[in-house]
C-alpha cells in the first residue's frame, strides 16, 4: 500500500490513473516506477525466471541488474527505471521475453560529439559539492546524473547529518540538504545538468559515452573527467538470497522514502552499520514493524546513537549473530538466524526462525569506480570524490567533493586556486569510524539542563553551534570529541530546547526541576508522528540502550521555532531517573516470538549469481579442481554473464575463492564489461527512442 502520512516527507499526489498487470486493473499516480505501483498493490513478484521458474522481483531499484523485468505495452523494460502510464499494459516476465519486430528500419544519423572542460560523472554530494566549486570559479562543467534530480542518496535521507555545521550542513536533513545543493548548481551558469542520463563507457580515446535524456547516444569529451557515482551494495550468501522481498537498504529506501509506498510489514535487517540502522528508523517512521537485526560482530558497526534509536523503540538487536535463510515459495515468510562463534561460523542448535515479509541486507558498501578506474588505465585526467573515492558518511562526500572540484582547477591551470589545510584536515575527520565511548558526565546539580546521552566519539557538532550560551562545548579543533555541557562564567542554560530539536542522534534531553524539584519535567524528541502521541497519552520510559525505567503520562506536546519536523514531548518523572531517560515507547514493545522450530537451511544451493540462477555448489566445484579465473568460471557456468555484469556475484565469487584457500594473489578478476548498463543497439547508431 501507498503512505498516506510520514513525520517527515510531504505527501502531495495528483489524481490517479489505471493501468494493467497480468490483466488486472490498478491505480498509479504520475511519476511512479511500473515497480512502484506494483507494490502499492501487493505485487512483488513481476515475473519467473527462464532458467528455472524462481520468482523475480525487485532487488536494486536502481537500474543496474534485470530481476524486475516485465513487458510493458509489448517491450521488456525494468520496472524500478520505467514511469508507468496511463493505460499501459504490464505483463510479467515469464521465461525469455520475445523482442519486438522493428516495423521500418530506424533513421540513422552521427553521434552527436560534446567537448567540455570539466565532466562529473554523479549528481550526489561529491558530485554536487565538485560543480559548485567549478561553478564559482566560472569553468564550465557538464554535470551528469541517471536520476529524475540531483541528490543521489540524500534525496532518501529523512534523518539529519552528522560532522560539522559549519562545514556540512550538519544537523540538516538529507532531504533537504539535496534541495539546497541544487539550488546552488542552478544557480552557476557555467554549470550545465543532464538528468535521466547515463553514463555508459569510457573509452581509449578519452571520450565518455552517455545515454542522453534515456533517448539518444551522445560522445563526451572532457579535458578532465571527475567520477562521483557513489557506491553499490554489497550482497551475501544465504539460503533464499533472491527470493522477492530480499533486498539492500537503497531499495528499501528507494520505495518508501521516494515512492512513497509501504515497502513491507515485518522487516528484518541484516548488517549493524549506519546504513541498516538508518534503514530501520526509516521503516519506523513508515509505520513498518522491525523484527530484528543481527550483526554477526559483537557490536553494531554504526553509530551508538543510531543503533540507541531502535533499541529505545524495541526494536530487537541480536549481535554475534547472522541469518542462515530466507523462507518461502514465491517472496519471504520468514528468517532465519544462529548465534556465531568466534570465527564468525553459526553455532549448531542456536537457530531461531522468526516470521516477517521482508529481509533488508545492508552489509557494506562497494565503490562504484569502473569509470575512473578505465579513465587512469586509458591516461585522461581523471579524478574520483566521495564514496567512488573511499566509503564514508554523505557529510565526508560532500567535503571531498569540494577538494576535488580545486584539484580539478588546479589541474587545469587555474590561477589563485588554493586548498585550505582546515579543508584536508576535516575531510578526514568526516570520514573517520567511530571512536572511544566514555561514562555519562555527573548531573551538574542546576535547575534546568541538557543531559547528553553521546558517550562516543564521531563527527558532530550541531549541539555546540545552537546553545546561544555557548555551555555545550566540542572542540573546536577536532569535532569527534565527546560534547561536554560546561556552565560557566556565570551563565547558565535557558531552557530553550535547541539542542534538543537539533540532535541528529536524538541523543539529547532536557531535565527541568523549576516547577518541581522531586518530580521534574524532561523534554524528549519524536520524530514518528505527532498523531502518535498527545497529552494524556500513558508511555514507557527507557534509557539509552532500551532499558524500561517506568511509566507516565505526556504533559505537553509541541514545537519550536526551526524544530525542523521534530516534536518535542514532554514528561514529569521521579527525580532518581530525570537523567537517565532518553526516550519513550508508546505502550509495550512489539516484539516477534521465534516460531516453534527453526527452518534449516541448506547450502550448496545456494545462488552464487542471481542473473543466470548459478549456485554455490557448481562454482565450488570448479574451483576444487583448480579453477582460479573467474572468467573461466563464468565461461563454463555464465556466472557473470547477466544483466547486472558481475557487480553483484563478482565479490561473492572472490569471496569464495578465499574460503576455498585460494590466495587473492592468485585470483583472476572479471574482465570488465564494456558497458555500464545495457543499451538499445539502435541509440548507437544515432536513431533516437525510449525502447
Known amino acids: 500500500m501507498r503512505l498516506n502520512r510520514h513525520p517527515i516527507l510531504p505527501i502531495d499526489r495528483e489524481e490517479p490513473f489505471r493501468f494493467t498487470f497480468d490483466g488486472q486493473e490498478l491505480d498509479a499516480y504520475p511519476g511512479e516506477t511500473i515497480a512502484a505501483a506494483l507494490f502499492a498493490s501487493g505485487i512483488r513478484v513481476f515475473g519467473h525466471h527462464p532458467k528455472d521458474g524462481s520468482p523475480q522481483g525487485i532487488f536494486c531499484a536502481n537500474g543496474q541488474c534485470a530481476q524486475c523485468l516485465v513487458i510493458a505495452d509489448g517491450v521488456p523494460v525494468k520496472a524500478c527505471t520505467t514511469l508507468v502510464r496511463a493505460g499501459m499494459r504490464v505483463e510479467p516476465a515469464d521465461g525469455l521475453p520475445e523482442l519486438p519486430r522493428a516495423s521500418a528500419p530506424p533513421q540513422m544519423k552521427e553521434i552527436e560529439r560534446v567537448e567540455v572542460p570539466v565532466l562529473v560523472i554523479g549528481g550526489g554530494p561529491a558530485g554536487m559539492s565538485a560543480a559548485i566549486e567549478l561553478g564559482a570559479m566560472g569553468i564550465r562543467t557538464l554535470l551528469v546524473d541517471d536520476k529524475h534530480r540531483l541528490g543521489g542518496k540524500l534525496v532518501l535521507q529523512t534523518h539529519r547529518f552528522f560532522g560539522s555545521r559549519d562545514a556540512v550542513y550538519a544537523g540538516t536533513r538529507g532531504i533537504d540538504i539535496a534541495t539546497r545543493l541544487d539550488q546552488e548548481v542552478r544557480a552557476h551558469p557555467s554549470i550545465e545538468v543532464w538528468l535521466n542520463s547515463t553514463a555508459l563507457a569510457v573509452y581509449s580515446d578519452h571520450v565518455v559515452g552517455i545515454l542522453r535524456a534515456g533517448r539518444e547516444y551522445v560522445l563526451v569529451a572532457p579535458e578532465v573527467l571527475l567520477v562521483a557515482c557513489g557506491a553499490r551494495e554489497r550482497s551475501l550468501l544465504f539460503k533464499g538470497n533472491t527470493l522477492p522481498g530480499v533486498y539492500g537498504a537503497g531499495a528499501f529506501q528507494t520505495l518508501v522514502n521516494r515512492d512513497l509506498v509501504r515497502a513491507a510489514d515485518r522487516l528484518f535487517i541484516v548488517g549493524g552499520g549506519n546504513v541498516g ?137 587555474q590561477p589563485g586556486v588554493e586548498i585550505p589545510p582546515e579543508w584536508e584536515r576535516m575531510a578526514e575527520i568526516l570520514k573517520s569510524k567511530p571512536g572511544q565511548r566514555g561514562a555519562p558526565p555527573p548531573p551538574p546539580g542546576e535547575d534546568v539542563f541538557p543531559v547528553l546521552h553521546c558517550h562516543e566519539e564521531i563527527p558532530c557538532n550541531p549541539c555546540a553551534s545552537v546553545c546561544p550560551q555557548g555551555l555545550i562545548r566540542i572542540d ?86 526551526r524544530n525542523d519536523r521534530t516534536v518535542l514531548v514532554q514528561v514529569s518523572v521521579p527525580a532518581a531517573v530525570a537523567t537517565r531517560v532518553a526516550g519513550f515507547r508508546v505502550g509495550t514493545a512489539w516484539r516477534t516470538a521465534p516460531l516453534p522450530e527453526a527452518v534449516e537451511p541448506l547450502t550448496e544451493d545456494q545462488i552464487l549469481c542471481r542473473c543466470e540462477r548459478v549456485t554455490v555448489g557448481e562454482v565450488r566445484a570448479l574451483i576444487r579442481r583448480g579453477v582460479k579465473d573467474m572468467n573461466e568460471i563464468k565461461a563454463v557456468t555464465r556466472a557473470g554473464m547477466g544483466a547486472c555484469g558481475g557487480k553483484t556475484c563478482g565479490p561473492l565469487l572472490q569471496r569464495l575463492l578465499r574460503e576455498e584457500g585460494v590466495p587473492p594473489s592468485e585470483i583472476t578478476d572479471y574482465v570488465g564489461r564494456p558497458l555500464f548498463v545495457e543499451v538499445p543497439l539502435l541509440l548507437f547508431a544515432g536513431a533516437e527512442g525510449d525502447r
Open 277 to 413: 540502522l538508518i534503514a530501520g528508523y526509516h521503516a519506523l517512521q513508515a509505520g513498518i514493524e522491525v523484527v530484528g537485526l543481527v550483526e554477526a560482530l559483537p557490536e553494531c558497526g554504526g553509530y551508538k546513537v543510531h543503533r540507541d534509536k531502535l533499541a529505545r523503540l524495541g526494536v530487537p538487536i541480536y549481535t554475534s549473530h547472522t541469518i542462515l535463510s530466507a523462507n518461502g515459495r514465491d517472496g519471504v515468510e520468514s528468517v532465519t538466524i544462529a548465534q556465531v562463534d568466534d570465527r564468525l561460523q553459526p553455532v549448531p542448535g542456536t537457530e531461531k526462525t522468526f516470521p516477517c515479509d521482508t529481509v533488508l541486507v545492508a552489509v557494506g558498501l562497494d565503490p562504484v569506480n569502473e569509470f575512473y578506474r578505465k579513465a587512469h588505465e586509458f591516461g585522461m585526467r581523471a579524478f574520483a570524490a566521495g564514496d567512488a573515492q573511499e566509503i564514508a558518511e554523505a557529510s565526508a562526500a560532500i567535503f571531498s567533493g569540494r577538494i576535488a572540484g580545486r584539484r580539478i582547477a588546479q589541474a587545469r591551470g
Open 476 to 561: 573546536p579543533d577536532d569535532v569527534r570529541k565527546r560534547p561536554q555541557y560546561l556552565p560557566t562564567d556565570g551563565k547558565a542554560c535557558l531552557g530553550c530546547e535547541r539542542c534538543v530539536v537539533v540532535c541528529p542522534g536524538l541523543a539529547i534531553t532536557l531535565v527541568d526541576h523549576r516547577k518541581d524539584p522531586d518530580r521534574p519535567t524532561v523534554t524528549l524528541p519524536h520524530e514518528l508522528g505527532r498523531e502518535a502521541v498527545e497529552v494524556g497519552t500513558q508511555v514507557t520510559l527507557v534509557g539509552e540502550e532500551g532499558e524500561e525505567l517506568g511509566e507516565a503520562r505526556v504533559s505537553s506536546v509541541r514545537a519550536i521555532d
